[in-house]
């Protein structure tokens, strides 16, 4: 098998960065490909929070004089899981309050193009002649809009490499002012409705995908829906066109940190042949959350952002429906102010049956999955989705919308599908709060069929969400992108 040099470029990484789904597939998927002979190293923004948490370290390079950029300088690392890390460090882009993308107060740092421009520029000088590293990959693995320009940096510059790139969300596409061109020193032919331009606005995610040699996204369904207006988000015509040229792969999961034998944060562990652990597991949930404890009664878990896309106000509607079926609910999120305040509502009318914690804590999303009985996560679009392998790992069957990553994860419990052992959840077509309702009660009536229960979550148990499989399949697309056999 021969070794692949891949340069990984991302805006954040697990565990030192970290907002979201990204930051956990760049802390996991590395360390995956170099378990099958590719050498992979991630290169990410020297924010104020990497420089403070990452391992010893030196300068390996210093480039004083890219065009309309500040100076900067590479610093090498290791992870902790053994993936050689190249942060990027420059203090007047990165060094600040706040978050990677947002000032304290949650807007948008004002020279976002500039701090991610250089990224991207600083990427394809390593996949070009003119890096300064001794190590030079054969190929560099951009990811979503904040590396988008790296492959209009490549394609101009001597010697480069070719490039890919990984759609994780394509709702979020760094779109902004045309005079940007000039102040990040691109090709000013590349501001053109083939190149950049997207509506009138330069575009960092168009310009990654016009300028890649092969798109991939985080999961088979996804990688069709992008190409429909309903998903395309304005770039489906780009999308539809490059069809040939996209591989959608589902994301994997950390399996040890997401493991009921094992997990920290659990007050009893268990595994599919030894389940008595489960039943302790939603007790203690109980009892930490204020809600009655009942053996019998159902427990719906929702770990969620509370926004549209996620469905989450579908559930608030119908949720006096569902509880006197009955069932209680536990919700562990944030995000609109009006879903996030219906929540404090419903577990203020509903004491004991309904309990809602606004805002995150990582030890109580590991307590949900494990102590609810079903996951409840109606999705409108979902890329891949995170929580939907956990709930199955811990077998917590869950409810979700068929789309994207959902669709590609989830088997519908049928007859037909829970006789032949490959049911694992409950899905639903049609974004409608009776669909949700209606799908969630037949749920619940298997629930109260023991036997056939014991089968869905055993079933959701032996399931394998690792991330060799998808591993794999992004060392074919790099095998493929450089004409290897």
């Known amino acids: 098998m021969p070794e692949i040099k891949v340069l990984f470029v991302t805006s954040e990484v697990a565990p030192l960065i970290k907002t979201g789904g990204l930051a956990d597939v760049s802390g996991a998927l590395p360390p995956a490909l170099r378990q099958i002979n590719v050498d992979v190293r991630v290169l990410v923004p020297g924010y104020t929070q990497v420089l ?27 992870m902790k899981s053994g993936v050689p890390l190249l942060v990027l460090d420059c203090p007047p882009l990165f060094q600040r309050e706040g978050g990677p993308y947002s000032d304290p107060n949650g807007h ?18 390593l996949g070009s002649d003119e890096s300064p590293l001794s190590w030079r990959p054969n190929l560099v693995h951009g990811n979503d809009w904040q590396t988008g320009l790296t492959g209009v940096y490549l394609s101009v510059a001597k010697g480069s490499v070719p490039n890919i790139i990984t759609i994780h969300n ?12 000039q102040l990040l020193h691109l090709p000013p032919a590349s501001f053109n409705v ?7 606005n330069m575009s960092f ?5 016009y300028y890649a040699y092969h798109i991939t ?4 369904n996804y990688a069709r829906e ?14 539809h066109a490059r069809r040939d040229d996209i591989t959608g792969i589902l994301n994997g999961i950390d399996t040890q940190e997401w493991d009921p034998e094992s997990d920290k944060h659990l007050h009893s562990h268990f595994s599919a042949s030894r389940m008595a652990g489960k039943a302790h597991n939603k007790l203690a949930l109980q009892m930490r959350m204020g809600l009655d404890s009942d053996a019998g009664i159902p427990l719906l878990g929702i770990v969620s952002r509370l926004t549209h896309q996620k469905g989450l106000d579908l559930l608030l509607e119908i949720a006096p429906r569902l509880l006197e079926m009955p069932v209680q609910l536990v919700i562990l999120g944030s995000g609109e102010a009006f879903m996030q305040q219906a929540a404090r509502e419903l577990a203020l009318r509903y004491p004991g049956r309904v309990a809602a914690m606004i805002g995150f804590d990582e030890g109580l999303s590991h307590q949900i999955e494990a102590g609810a009985d079903l996951f409840i996560m109606p999705s409108r679009f979902e890329p891949c989705g995170l929580n939907q392998f956990y709930s199955q790992r811990y077998g917590t069957p869950p409810v979700v919308h068929n789309t994207g990553g959902l669709a590609d994860s989830v088997v519908d419990c049928t007859p037909e599908t829970l006789k032949n052992g490959t049911a694992s959840g409950f899905v639903f077509s049609g974004m409608t709060a009776n669909n949700l309702f209606f799908t969630i009660k037949r749920a619940i009536d298997l629930y109260h069929d023991q036997r056939k229960w014991k089968a869905l979550r055993k079933n959701c148990m032996s399931k394998d969400f690792s991330w060799e499989t ?6 074919r697309v790099y095998m493929k992108v450089l004409g290897w056999k």
């Not at 996204?217 to 088979?220: E, G, L």
């Open 170 to 181: 394509l709702a979020f596409q760094g779109n902004f002012r045309p005079q940007k061109v």
């Open 52 to 78: 403070a948490k990452m391992g010893p370290s030196e300068v390996v390079a210093t480039f004083k004089d890219l065009p309309g950029f500040p100076p900067s300088r590479l610093i090498f690392s290791i």
């Open 194 to 200: 083939n190149g950049i331009e997207l509506y009138g």
């Open 226 to 239: 992008i190409q429909s207006a309903e998903l395309g988000f304005g770039l489906q015509g780009l999308l």
């Open 108 to 125: 948008d740092w004002i020279d976002n193009p500039l701090r991610f421009g250089l990224l991207s520029k600083v990427a394809a000088v």
């Open 217 to 220: 996204t985080v999961s088979p």
């Open 470 to 475: 998808s591993a794999r399949a992004y060392r």
């Open 205 to 209: 995610l168009k310009a990654g995908l």
